[in-house]
Nanobody
Framework: QVQLVESGGGLVQPGGSLRLSCAAS????????MGWYRQAPGKQRELVAV???????RYADSVKGRFTISSDNAKNTVYLQMNSLKPEDTAVYYC?????????????WGQGTQVTVSS
C-alpha cells in the first residue's frame, strides 16, 4: 500500500504560480513512476506530468514550458511547480503512484487538491 497526500492548491490569478506537493508513505525509490493528473468539471482526468525511474519526465503539451515535475527522494515527495497559470489550468489535481509487485503494477491515488486560476 502507498498513501499519497497532496498539498499546495489554492486560488491564484492568471500568470501566477503555485507549487503542489505529493508526499508518499513509502520510499519513492520503490515506486516505478509518480505523476500528476487533473480533472476539470465535466471533463475526463488527464495526465499533466510524470516522473519515472531514472528521473525521466513527460509532460502534457498544454503545460510544457510552464510546469515542472521534480522529486525529493529524501522526503519521499514529488512536486509540481506551475508557472504562468491560465484559467484553463483550473482543476482538481491528483497525484498518482505506480508501484511494482510480483503480482503486477498497481496504481495509488491521492485525494486531490483544488487549483483555481481566476482574477
Amino acid at each position: 500500500q502507498v498513501q499519497l497526500v497532496e498539498s499546495g492548491g489554492g486560488l491564484v490569478q492568471p500568470g501566477g504560480s503555485l507549487r503542489l506537493s505529493c508526499a508518499a508513505s513509502t520510499s519513492i525509490f520503490s515506486i516505478y513512476a509518480m505523476g500528476w493528473y487533473r480533472q476539470a468539471p465535466g471533463k475526463q482526468r488527464e495526465l499533466v506530468a510524470v516522473i519515472s525511474s531514472g528521473s525521466v519526465t513527460r509532460y502534457a503539451d498544454s503545460v510544457k514550458g510552464r510546469f515542472t515535475i521534480s522529486s525529493d527522494n529524501a522526503k519521499n515527495t514529488v512536486y509540481l511547480q506551475m508557472n504562468s497559470l491560465k484559467p484553463e489550468d483550473t482543476a482538481v489535481y491528483y497525484c498518482k503512484a505506480e508501484k511494482d509487485y510480483p503480482t503486477g503494477r498497481y496504481d495509488y491515488w491521492g485525494q486531490g487538491t483544488q487549483v483555481t486560476v481566476s482574477s
